[in-house]
T-cell receptor
Framework: TAGITQAPTSQILAAGRSMTLRCTQD?????MYWYRQDLGLGLRLIHY???????GKGEVPDGYSVSRANTDDFPLTLASAVPSQTSVYFC??????????????FGDGTRLSIL | GQNIDQPTEMTATEGAIVQINCTYQ??????LFWYQQHAGEAPTFLSY??LDGLEEKGRFSSFLSRSKGYSYLLLKELQMKDSASYLC??????????WGAGTKLIIKP
């Protein structure tokens, strides 16, 4: 079915290495988001993009970068991974940039462990 | 700062009714969302409130009081498949979602 695809599903990464988490949506949504989810904490916004060509910083952007070259793809890059970046990462999208009653739709997540 | 509070865990019996509360203090308010998240899966949208009052969707209802910074999710005729975490999220003045840590709901036969 249509929706959001994230890859990889899970990954173990050595500290200091770089990695790109991929996110692709086929719903033609304007806005896309990256969250991390840690035990006992709510979803925290890392970066977002309200439309292709634009990006913005969320609550916890340090150590992460994003790009939005087209409507469908929104990759998240860890330039030099640290153990505190061990988390479950969710990509989400919505038709509008956070307005109206349109909810965000989520991918299945990437479980990332930094050793 | 911005804060969303929900109980960490609740237990209920199959067939019963449960109410999950959410209180919030945010910089601005542009709507409140409830999501369901089964263990190891993605959050899925349940309901949206922007005006005071009750929104009903089948077995699920959500209530909002903006003056009190309060919402609840009401689940009726509980089924075992309702065992999940329920996430409350408020859209703030920047139109970003601020998320609570979620309430883990355990359903017992």
């Amino acid at each position: 079915t249509a929706g959001i695809t994230q890859a990889p599903t899970s990954q173990i990464l050595a500290a200091g290495r770089s990695m790109t988490l991929r996110c692709t949506q086929d719903m033609r949504h304007n806005a896309m988001y990256w969250y991390r989810q840690d035990l006992g904490l709510g979803l925290r916004l890392i970066h977002y993009s309200n439309t292709a060509g634009t990006t913005g910083k969320g609550e916890v952007p340090d150590g992460y970068s994003v790009s939005r070259a087209n409507t469908d793809d929104f990759p998240l890059t860890l330039a030099s991974a640290v153990p505190s970046q061990t988390s479950v990462y969710f990509c989400a999208s919505s038709p509008l940039g956070g307005q109206g009653d349109q909810p965000q739709h989520f991918g299945d997540g990437t479980r990332l462990s930094i050793l | 700062g911005q804060n969303i509070d929900q109980p960490t865990e609740m237990t209920a019996t199959e067939g019963a009714i449960v109410q999950i509360n959410c209180t919030y203090q945010t910089s601005g308010f542009n709507g409140l969302f409830w999501y369901q998240q089964h263990a190891g899966e993605a959050p899925t949208f349940l309901s949206y409130n922007v005006l005071d009052g009750l929104e009903e969707k089948g077995r699920f209802s959500s209530f909002l009081s903006r003056s009190k910074g309060y919402s609840y999710l009401l689940l009726k005729e509980l089924q075992m498949k309702d065992s999940a975490s329920y996430l409350c999220a408020v859209r703030d003045s920047n139109y970003q979602l601020i998320w609570g840590a979620g309430t883990k709901l355990i359903i017992k036969p």
